[in-house]
């Protein structure tokens, strides 16, 4: 299984993002989205099960919206209201038979 993150960038804080996460395959089970800021652990931004159910992190709950396109084999992440502190690089993740998969990472940069 490869993975492919996109749609990271700079915008200013308040701003909007969508992030893709494209799979080489058909993935029925959970993929998620982790981001890592620079001296700090990889953190669960969001996850979704295969049958569409999500999970978010307290950080995020109300400003980020996780989806998945199970046709397109896409998983995408749509970051508003972005902060300064959403400043990460965003990786996203599936577990597929038991084995955790990652994507290259795609940076996100906030300005204040």
């Known amino acids: 299984v490869q993975l492919q993150a996109s749609g990271g960038g700079l915008v200013q804080a308040g701003g909007s993002l969508r992030l893709s996460c494209a799979s080489s395959r058909s993935i029925l089970g959970t993929m998620a989205w982790y981001r890592q800021s620079p001296g700090k652990r990889r953190e669960l931004v969001a996850d979704?099960?295969?049958?569409?159910?999500?999970n978010y992190s307290d950080s995020v709950k109300g400003r980020f919206t996780i989806s998945r396109d199970n046709a397109k084999n896409t998983m995408y992440l749509q970051m508003n209201s972005l902060k300064p502190e959403d400043t990460a690089v965003y990786y996203c993740n599936a577990i597929v038979t038991g084995r955790s998969y990652w994507g290259q990472g795609t940076l996100v940069t906030v300005s204040s």
């Open positions: 979704i099960s295969g049958a569409g159910f999500t």
